[in-house]
């Protein structure tokens, strides 16, 4: 499958942005509920420099996109820092800031939506490339979202779960962190990861064609 630059500045643009701006809402929103440390180390900022990772949001997305198609690509940018600990009542705030990213993910969804609306045939921002970057933001921001969502530890999904599980039960449930990744990197390789994906996808084009004029 041939990358063009046309085509690479199509996806790049959308990527980074879907992937930095769900890192910087996780520090905003630790922040809110107490924890300053992403703010200390210029982490809650939309400076996308600040938050590309060379291999997750460079590396990773374009060779799956070259190897595997568009719908498979994701990626993550550096880690936001969060210390749980220094939230205010850590076990609930979790649930927030977990779900801050996906939210992020959604909202900006939401936000391409109205440019593929504006810049499609007459549109007040007739543009066919733009049209298409916006295409492609919608796509990718929703299957982050999507799969952020999966209750996988270390993904937001699998901290959501343990914020609301039971204090042993969410215990045991965090001791999968280690092997989260090895986990989500297993999945890839199977058409379980898709299956799983795609109906959370779903329902979220769902929400935003439930939205006025779009």
């Known amino acids: 499958m041939g990358l063009s630059l046309e085509t690479a500045v199509l996806w790049i643009v959308p990527v980074v942005f879907a992937i930095t701006l769900h890192e910087a809402a996780h520090g905003y929103v630790a922040r809110h509920f107490g924890d300053r440390t992403a703010e200390m180390l210029g ?56 779900a801050a990213g996906p939210l992020a993910n959604f909202a900006m969804a939401v936000l391409w939506a109205v440019l593929v609306r504006v810049s499609f045939g007459d549109g007040v921002a007739s543009s066919e490339g733009l049209m298409r970057m916006a295409s492609i933001g919608v796509m990718i921001n929703l299957w982050l979202m999507a799969l952020n969502l999966l209750p996988i530890p270390p ?22 962190e280690p092997f989260g990744m090895m986990i989500l990197v297993a999945l890839m390789f199977t058409p379980l990861l898709g299956m799983l994906v795609r109906p959370v996808r779903d329902v979220g084009a769902w929400l935003i064609g439930l939205l006025p004029g779009l």
């Open 43 to 98: 982490r809650i900022t939309l400076n996308p420099l600040r938050h590309i990772d060379p291999v997750g949001t460079v590396l990773v997305p374009a060779m799956l996109y070259l190897t595997a198609g568009p719908q498979y690509v994701f990626g993550w940018a550096k880690p936001v820092p969060v210390n749980f600990g220094n939230l205010r009542q850590p076990k609930r705030d979790m649930l927030w800031v977990a």
């Open 155 to 176: 993904l937001d999904g699998g901290r959501i779960a343990v914020s609301l599980l039971p204090r042993r039960l969410a215990a045991a449930y965090a001791r999968l």
